[in-house]
């Protein structure tokens, strides 16, 4: 029912900045909370960041904390991720989701609890 896109991957250094960005459909985006995993290679999913459905708090993962900015603007049916200060370890493949339901505490950390998921955009970041 909710389709999900994700855009703005790429190839970038050490230090760069990269902006990712997650457009989804449906007239109750703002009714979602939506999150971001990545996952590299030979390793599993893991969580990144998520957003509320009013857009008031947001969770980041320790490995990601103070670099990365999760947003959303519910006008534009959209979320994004702003990396900065990215490192070669943050390499993966980043995938926006959106969960329909109600998340409460550690819920926002887990992939499982989320509906719908884009098809991924490849972040590669050279040393």
């Known amino acids: 029912q909710v389709q999900l896109v994700e855009s703005g991957g790429g190839l970038v250094q050490a230090g760069d900045s990269l902006r990712l960005s997650c457009a989804a459909s449906g007239r109750t985006f703002s009714s979602y909370a939506m999150g971001w995993f990545r996952q590299a290679p030979g390793k599993e999913r893991e969580f990144v960041a998520a957003?509320?459905?009013?857009?008031?708090?947001?969770s980041y993962a320790d490995s990601v904390k103070g670099r990365f900015t999760i947003s959303r603007d519910n006008a534009k049916n959209a979320v994004y991720l702003q990396m900065n200060s990215l490192k070669p370890e943050d390499t993966a493949v980043y995938y926006c989701a959106a969960a329909t339901t109600s998340l409460t505490g550690m819920a926002y950390y887990t992939g499982a609890r989320y509906n719908y998921w884009g098809q991924g955009t490849q972040v590669t970041v050279s040393s």
């Open positions: 957003i509320s459905r009013s857009g008031i708090s947001t």
